[in-house]
């Protein structure tokens, strides 16, 4: 077993490497066991909207945005972070109100317990920017990537056809 | 303050912690770090049933990083007990569980052993080096045939697996099975499920060895009993046991009950002095948190040709899994309350057993018992009325109890066991059907079905009616503190999202007369907290709701013994208390109150739903279309939360019906142990869910209201499974609450194959 700072290039599963991630616009410099996942390092660098539903890829809750793109987070290593751009929930709001997709979420009752909704609020900003025509099929379709146990994710489709609306309408 | 008093109780008002988590704020039990916290991971049987020879902690303790391990060894014979006396008997109490398994395992998952460690990648690690040594005996596994003698026992102590056969009679069923025009029998199951809430459990315990008191953070739904269990297990005094509920990312009945894992945690908390953090993975939480509602019923149900139900006649074996946990004999006795449902049958029969299997032990899950009945029952009557060749809603209208009859009683007659009787204190069951219908569109739907069907198309609708018993009690105690700011209320309740805290501070605001905004209203901590049951049988509004409105008349006695007045003098208006011309004092000095609502029997409401279905053949997929439920709320706090939780319970019956199923294979291990496993429906399966409240008060409470969290999902499975009998009419008899691709695809391509007569999908 060697360290980073051995010719070798393998590190053992607990030695911690370095990783530059830039975290809503903010340089984060973490050190992470390569095999932690760039969710567990989002934790426990602070960001706790970052949540876990199933660690499997399949729940969608532990969605960011890596370079603008919606990744599930508990599927990639922290490493595989290295310089990349993160987004995460606290991006979205300005302030301590809430920016208009959170809004259209509140306005619509697309959230009962809250623990979901980072991970698909992610999620459709993501689609607001690479599809900001998206239609309800379209938006039915992304919606169901991810799992909503309380509302089923009914009232989601709702609060991102509210915010797409809005986007379009310029506002 | 003058003005119009605010009408708060009814009001749409929006859902109080919104902001917060959707900024992404909310605390959830996996984001409490502590100073020194250690990681705690469950090791678990790996076998469904079998001799536990040995467990070997000693090459884990071995890994760096490792703290400490324990199994059934290292802590005292300890038993999780039953938490409702009148789910309790003799013989329940002698098939509980331990934290960890001592001789033998009895489901897959089951714990063996514990290990802490620095760092939850290396407790995780370590889990994997504990040797458990196991030699594997036959799973008990078939629900009927679970008491046969060449069956072996999952408590060999015990001498049976059956907990407890369950007697109900009511009326003469022999005498009106004679008499009837036709007697249509059955074999129906119920598949078995999990509630799933998005976020696993979970708990954080530590132990402060300096004032001796022990905190546990992740407490939900039951708080006080998880407090006093705790307390009596770590031979500490409750007030010495804080139990604190932070955010909790859904509950649906599963999630606060004590499990083997509360208790480890709080006993390595104290053992090791430091913050122990356990955080359940989804392959844990599928094995290890309660399962639900599997059932077997062989039903006969007796009418005349005219279309009057006569009678019923049920043998039934409800299945608790490896052990009775937490909610005793719930899993049989809530079925038995609820198969008579809404009709005036002159005769019926249950016997219902409880038995035991080598799977997960079951407990409530969202409408538990009720939704079960409700699809066997519903079933049953559809089935009848095809017998009659009649039309299936008008065979439910003719025979719903009248609204003169109320109150009614099913008054246990000889031969049933020790049984409460099965009441219904009021309500106007026909005239909530045909608003049921109206919701639905019934007639369109019919209309729908022709053209579809016109069109080459499998088409069904499907109808069910449904009794929901909820707001148990015995009491839930309320605090009011006045203070500058407003009111503070402080309840024993818990919340899953479903949003209690804004219908008790719409019910405090509106009888104290204070803006909305001034009331807050504390349930997390214990330590803070009066007295009280918790967060199920959909009571907390009722009986916490109703406690606040004992607490505010105590403040208005306190009131008019401060001014001199008679307490009917008193009014409460914008933050103070006046007395006619005695002049007024403000909320805040009228001190600390408490009040109590005391609770006897359950609270009856009738409620129904509708879909419209279709069924393709090539693939056996159903697609539900329109869903429409109709439920009496008694008087709804808040409208807009109340459908948001019928909307999602219904969706999560839909999805229930559709796709989810806990299977097992021959050997009792689980199939569905992954989320991609274990199929929960998205926004791309369900239907939008049309909801309406009927409002028909209640006399059992002053504020009127009646459960309203989970009915939602007491008519799913029942109009579900109408609705695919319905769609593929002679091609397949729908034998199973589940309709999956796999069921529906079978039934109709091999006619030996009924839907769900039996096997989980994966034999099929």
Known sequence: ?171 | MSGPRSRLIGSPEPRRKNRELLRGEGTYVADIRLEGQLHARVVRSPAAHGRLLGVDTSEALGIPGVVAALTAADIDDIRIPIRLPFAESPEANRVLQAPLATDVVRYVGEPVAVVVADDPYAAEDAAEHVLVDIDELEPVLDLAASSESSQPLVHEHFGSNTVNRLAYRYGDAAAVFEQADVVVHRRLRVHRLAAAPMETRGLVADFDPASGVLTVWGGAKVKHFTRGLLSTVLGLEPTDVRVIEVEVGGGFGTRGEPYPEDILVALLAQRLQRPVQWIEDRWEHMVATNHAREQEHDIEMAADRDGRLLGFRVRGWCDHGAYVRTQGLLPAVLPMFHLPGPYQWQAFSMDLDAVLTNRTPVGTYRGPGMTEATFIRERMVDLVAAELQMDPVQLRRRNLIAEESMPFTFMPGPGSGAVMPIMYQGGDFPAAFDELLDAAGYDQLRDWRREARSGGRHAGVGVSAYIEFAAVGPFEDVDIVGDDQGVVIKAAVGSLGQGIETALAQIAAELLDVPLDDVAVEFHDTAELPQGFGAFASRSTVLAGNAIAAAVDEMRAKAAHLLGCAPGEVEFRGGVATGGDRGSVRLAEIGPTRGRFEKEGLTASFGGAVCSVSVDPADGRVRVHRFALAHDVGRAVNPRLLRGQLAGAAAQGIGGALFEELAFDGNGQPLSVTLADYMMPTAAELPDVEVAIIEHGSGSNPLGIKGGGEAGMVGSFGAVANGVADAVGEGAEVLSSSVSPARIWHALNDPSEPAGTGKPAQEA
């Open chain 1, 1 to 171: 077993m060697t360290g980073s700072g051995s010719p070798h290039p393998w590190l053992g599963p607990d030695e911690a490497a370095p990783v530059a991630l830039t975290v809503n616009g903010t340089a984060l410099e973490v050190r992470v066991p390569p095999r932690r996942t760039l969710a567990d390092a989002l934790r426990d660098a602070g960001c706790t909207s970052v949540r876990l539903g199933c660690e499997h890829g399949v729940c969608g809750t532990c969605t960011i945005l890596l370079d603008g793109s919606a990744v599930r987070s508990c599927l990639m290593l922290a490493v595989q972070g290295q310089g990349h751009h993160i987004e995460t929930v606290e991006s979205l709001a300005g302030g301590d109100g809430l920016g208009p997709l959170q809004q259209a979420f509140d306005d619509n009752d697309a959230l009962q317990c809250g623990f979901c909704t980072p991970g698909f609020l992610m999620l459709i900003e993501s689609l607001m920017r690479s599809e900001p025509g998206a239609g309800e099929e379209r938006v039915r379709e992304v919606v169901s990537s991810n799992l909503c146990r309380c509302t089923g994710g009914g009232p989601v489709v709702a609060a991102a056809q509210q915010a797409l609306a809005s986007n379009r309408d310029g506002r």
